[in-house]
T-cell receptor, first 117, second 113 residues
């Protein structure tokens, strides 16, 4: 199956700092990647859709200036949490679909656990 | 936004028993997928069932889909302790394009050895 790599897997930062999370599709090209956030014992909530070469599409209630998404290549999308605060502590998961415009299986990264002190 | 509900939210069974989890959704779908998540890990795709399919099997997994009731069920037969995880259903709408998955709330399954 396809492999999606996410880095870092865990990060602890001080309040007010920025944190960058990378999502790479290792063996396929992904024109679209999705970023989800998951709070403890809850489901995954879609944050934004990341499109290669264009601006990301954010879900309602997600601040685009706080969660910066860059999809500069067909294999890499980054999520930067700017001026992080304790309430941003969460599990962030990226996913990618192999076929552009498809509606099939999504491949997920292993997630990045962010803890903001 | 979340699509629907999983039922039950938590399920605890003995090893060897069957586990059934249900999922309901709200809108018309292209397909429905089930994923598994071990604690603190990413998601693993289990099975995809298309809107024109009613039942699908994969090893010890059996998934049904009832589009008239907008519901699906996941059955794990002869459960093992290693099946302990959270299980999520996720739907893809009928809209074309790069549509994301919309996840249900999940069922936390505990299989006791």
């Amino acid at each position: 199956g396809a492999v999606v790599s996410q880095h870092p897997s865990r990060v602890i930062c001080k309040s007010g700092t920025s944190v960058k999370i990378e999502c790479r599709s290792l063996d396929f090209q992904a024109t679209t990647m999705f970023w989800y956030r998951q709070f403890p014992k809850q489901s995954l909530m879609l944050m934004a859709t990341s499109n290669e070469g264009s601006k990301a599409t954010y879900e309602q209630g997600v601040e685009k200036d706080k969660f910066l998404i860059n999809h500069a290549s067909l294999t890499l999308s980054t999520l930067t949490v700017t001026s992080a605060h304790p309430e941003d502590s969460s599990f962030y998961i990226c996913s990618a679909r192999k076929l552009a415009g498809g509606v099939g299986e999504l491949f997920f990264g292993e997630g990045s656990r962010l803890t903001v002190l | 936004s979340q699509q629907g509900e999983e039922d039950p939210q938590a399920l605890s069974i003995q090893e060897g028993e069957n586990a059934t989890m249900n999922c309901s959704y709200k809108t018309s779908i292209n397909n429905l997928q089930w994923y598994r998540q071990n604690s603190g890990r990413g998601l693993v795709h289990l099975i995809l069932i298309r809107s024109n399919e009613r039942e699908k099997h994969s090893g010890r997994l059996r998934v049904t889909l009832d589009t008239s009731k907008k519901s699906s069920s996941l059955l794990i037969t002869a459960s093992r302790a290693a099946d302990t995880a959270s299980y999520f259903c996720a739907t893809v709408s009928r809209n074309s394009g790069n549509t994301p998955l919309v996840f249900g709330k999940g069922t936390r399954l505990s299989v006791i050895a």
